[in-house]
């Protein structure tokens, strides 16, 4: 029990799954499971051994899942809970810590998805404004009673905030629930991971989406005290016993252990996005210091939505928000260096045509 | 708009993610996925080409898995919701339609996850007693307010109502939502999906769990009316942008469309629970008629629990529940028939030793 779980987390009784022994010599016929393999026409979707378990549920804990996330992160295994993507993870975060709190604090500019989830779980909010330039001000979170919500990185903007300025805030609010969503945080952000031994109202959310290539799999991750933790596992329990399927929780697991590559890679991006960020800056644009995937930038003399459109009709595919304070930015993530070659040479056409 | 939507969905404005276009010639700049593949690792776990999409999002509206679904079923793609597992699709199922509804009717010896669902979403529940031979009598649902949910064929028991008594339930209540659930439809259950067309208060949950070996996968669906949908499609793009994943549903379609290999395997299960409710009732066990893929049976002269005991002493895993009315039986699920003959074997000798 924590003074951070919301009401709805004190009465729940979860739902107990079947057993799921792990020793192989067993006659399972415990969990209505099929005899039988999948159809040999779904099993050819993969390959090697993946599919011959499939139909059996998957481990309702990910226990090697959270192993693997513990292991690179310097944590416990009681300190993760893993999800069907960062955004289940969040949604699930809202019912345990914000449902019936007082209003959630989040940048007016931020991640789209936190006032859809409030207004779901019935949260009130409080968006506390950037600064002009686009900066999180975290003396401006110190008042309220509800959690926070900082992404650090912010998007849409890619700016993030240091670690001690982070701490400073936890420091500040103790009796507050600061969820740190670092989707962004693996290209050159510092991660507020290192200071959840010392911080029990803090819980990093992050995922395999990005920094991991792995948007088509749908796995993400909170990080926190046990016992933050374990309010998450009494709502995930009494909403899908089993949300992290088998190949995922393998291909994650692989991905996770292959650290070499996955710096290899953002290592890429971190360096063609600072060279993207120069050509566009030579072009005439203002860009935000980004620290994620993707850079926020505006041109003063061009309109944002003619130039989304302009790129569109050449084949390059950025966002635009209709958002009082960024409708004249664009975000554009950061793709291969040939990509972004592209990108920049069409901008110059599309600049010098003006 | 549908007068089945709960208040929570009326007022909601579900999250947009990027446009996730179907054309390959894109430089798809908009969603901050990552340019380069995934950890080759985490490839290997896969085999053919299912890990070359997996840097992207999957397609949020699974429009794909959808058509293979409406398209089993005789349906259309409107009639159809999917989610990452059943357990998934009910826990929205009872956002999108019980909560802050009347008191929720089910039977009193069903699904245990409903309560914990009623629980975490605040709905009232009103259990109504199964007969003594365990039969749903669908006129004891006449009354109440709110919605009702009956799993057919009903688990534990296995016992299936036929399609016309749903039907008369469905005439006597056309004001409540009437969820069927179906997870154990295909062996030998007569499915309520052909009267969705006719009914705009008739929901049907299903699963590709059990009948399509695929537990470890986790791909539920629900049908119904197009307004039924539309109102699970709020919650869900309120929740989870993107609950199934790239391989779950290439892997799900492909099962869906082994029709042959599914009616095969269905068979068999079903041969194989006939053959041993014989066996068992030969040997003194009562068996409910079970039209699912287990059996639930009780012996007059010993105890449930000490059965249970016995046989995973001799590493053969069956379900006991703690409940009353129902602490005396054990939930079989049907193996293959040498999983069975050992089964039988075993209880030959515990019921001839006592």
Not at 119 to 147: H, M, Q
Request: proline fraction near 6%.
């Amino acid at each position: 029990m924590s003074r951070f779980w919301s009401d709805i987390v004190r009465d729940l009784s979860p739902y107990v799954p079947g057993e799921q022994p792990s020793s192989a010599n067993l006659i399972k016929l415990n969990t209505n499971e099929n005899p039988y393999p999948p159809s040999p026409e779904a099993l050819a979707v993969l390959g090697g051994d993946v599919g011959a378990t499939l139909r059996l549920y998957p481990d309702p804990e990910s226990v090697a899942l959270k192993d693997a996330v513990a292991q690179t992160h310097g944590l416990d295994r009681s300190n993760v809970f893993v999800g069907n993507g960062s955004d289940e993870v969040l949604a699930l975060a809202f019912m345990t810590f914000f449902a019936g709190k007082g209003a959630l604090q989040f940048p007016d500019i931020t991640y789209s998805f936190y006032p859809v989830y409030s207004r779901l779980f019935g949260v009130a909010i409080d968006r506390v404004p950037l600064t002009d330039d686009f900066r999180v001000e975290v003396d401006s979170y110190g008042t309220g009673t509800g959690g926070i919500i900082l992404p650090n990185p912010n998007a849409p903007t890619g700016i993030a905030l240091p670690r001690d300025e982070i701490e400073r805030l936890l420091k500040a609010v103790p009796d507050r629930l600061l969820l740190v969503d670092e989707a962004y945080v693996d290209f050159g952000c510092e991660s507020a991971v290192e200071l959840i031994p010392r911080y029990e109202n803090l819980l990093v959310v992050q995922t395999l989406s990005k920094s991991h290539s792995l948007a088509g799999l749908r796995v993400g991750f909170a990080l926190g005290q046990p016992e933050l933790i374990a309010g998450l596992d009494r709502v995930k329990n009494s909403f899908n016993s089993y949300p992290v399927d088998r190949i995922a929780e393998r291909v994650a697991i692989a991905a996770l252990l292959d650290e070499a590559y996955f710096r290899t890679c953002c290592d890429k991006i971190v360096a063609t996005r600072e060279w993207t960020a120069a050509q566009l800056s030579e072009l005439g644009f203002e860009v935000l210091p980004s620290r994620a995937n993707f850079i926020f930038a505006h041109h003063p003399a061009i309109s944002a939505i003619r130039l989304f459109e302009q790129l569109r009709e050449r084949n390059i595919l950025v966002r635009h928000f209709e958002q009082k304070r960024i409708d004249r930015h664009l975000r554009i993530t950061i793709g291969t260096d040939a990509e972004m070659q592209q990108l920049t040479a069409v901008l110059s056409e599309l600049v010098g045509e003006r």
